[in-house]
């Protein structure tokens, strides 16, 4: 049973969409609107706009789009009951009593219980005999039994049943279980068995204080070295962060990317508590983006091999798109931050704390990287040299940066300088005939429908899906003309089933006297509120006229009456003439 209608139109009331994107994301006012850089995907000119008159946001970079409760549903995480309640705390709004079906929800919440109980059995087997070996492997790593308990490290048993035999006897059923991704099913389809054996235990925590998963140590040769939790209900690898709820607090604005979760906990024991890792999973843009909102800059602190390297060169490139300043820490001889902290002993701390200040950018370090590349005594090296430094200074969003990084290359190569510009001017001519070429085929792509998926009725009828989409806008921004179009269409009348889906919504709506949108993120799918938000903020109708409303329906009515191919194949010439004639509309 979907939530009261009232309630949800004072909860969007109380919860201005401005209000509470603008705790996200930093808004600047344009016209009517606000603008900002998506919270949602990388990008270095805003096209993410907030609407307070329809109380909507949609971004024309990425497409999303949707309410405050989608807002919040995507930003967060969280399902639809989930925002409506995050929303509702906000607000200050006790949620409505057995008023709606929040099955999704109350899994999420066992999942997240049966986690927390995990949590605690593992840190109870740690800390017993049974987890001696898991004991010393720690004591090894040099963590005191302060560093384990904060971080709540644990121990899971090598008997494959000892957690689910645990956690049934904590009223779990087997189903939950298998959604938390602690267990799964047997091979014989009989019984589950515990997903961590024999492995040091890590809890992974939200920002909310949640434990969502594990990710395990093997104590033995075995292999996978490292096991994670699959993504469930409750996490997603992708877009989560270990340790992040630790970093958030420590009021800086700098957060250290390591590899794993050891270079973390020996990172917190030494005093450095704005550390964080990736779960299993090379950097992503998700995980970029959430960095973005509670880092101005971010030290990469990967191992000194080459997969480490390797991982540093991508995260570069992702987390200068997220808009964050970068820097790049050379680890000596190798080593990892917990090896490094570990082998200078007392002084391992401050040994750290000046590799971090001495950290270069990461132009310079892709720079060094690229001369150790290259021999100068040779003219072929040393241009091709040049030719590699001016696609990095390329890449740089600030002219003032290429024209230090100009001035530096011009000095240490011999080169004058506007030669090294001229280079320069060549390479951004070229990338912006690229990506010129680039929107030139999105957009030819979203005229045409060539990649519509979710109304691939739009592409054979692109004439009559506009003009639906442009009276569904008209129809929303205008609802006190919705009888007047009543006497000329309905939608069945309409030519592509998806559109015609959202114009009897918004006709249902507004016909109970609510807001066209008012429920529509229980009604539709994410990507389908993106697309709504998309026709009403691209075809704004406030100014348009009751003949353009006409306009609409005579252009759906006519397309409708159209003779399809498969229709005029099937046809004698003697039936399409009668058919065309038939269809002809009264005079």
Known sequence: MALPSGFLSELKMRCDITDVVSSYVNLKRRGRNMVGLCPFHSEKTPSFNIYPENGSFFCFGCGVGGDVITFIMKIENLDYIEAVKLLANRAGMSMPEDSYDDGISKLKGRI?????????FFHSKLMSDEGKTAQEYLIGRALSKQTVVRFGLGYAPANRYALCDHLRKKGFKDEEIVAANLAFKRSSGKGIVDRFSDRVMFPIIDLRGNVIAFGGR?????????????DTLVFKKSS???????????GLRTLILCEGYMD??????????????????????EQALLMKRYADEVIICYDADEAGQKATAKAIDILRNAGLIIRVLNIPDGKDPDEFIRKNGERGQAAFKNLLES?????????????QRHDFNRADSKANYLKEAVNIIANLDSAIEQDIYSSKLSEEMGVRKDS??????????????????KEFRKVTSDLTGREEKLNPQRRENMRAARAEEMLIAYIFHNPDMLKKAEKLISASDFVTDFNAR?????????????SPDLNIAQDFTPEEVSRFYSIINTYNSQTATVGAM????????????????ADLSNMSPEEIMKNIYSKKPKK
Do not use: C, M
């Open 550 to 565: 006409g306009e609409y329906i005579d252009t759906i009515k006519s397309e409708k009456n159209k003779l399809s191919k």
């Open 112 to 120: 997240l219980e049966a986690n927390r109980e995990a949590a605690r």
């Open 359 to 371: 950290s270069g950018d990461d132009v310079e370090y892709r720079l060094t990287k690229l001369r």
């Open 264 to 285: 973390v906990i020996a990172l917190n024991a030494a005093g450095f508590h704005n550390a964080v890792a990736t779960l299993g999973t090379a950097l992503t843009a």
């Open 218 to 230: 093997i104590l033995t040769d075995q292999k996978p070295k490292y096991l994670n939790t699959s």
């Open 240 to 250: 989560n962060l270990f340790s992040l709820n630790n970093a958030k607090n420590t």
């Open 502 to 514: 959202f114009y009897k919504y918004i006709v249902e709506q507004i016909g109970e006297g609510l």
């Open 420 to 437: 090294i510009v001229e280079e320069l001017n060549k390479v951004k001519s070229s990338r912006r005939r690229d990506f010129a070429k």
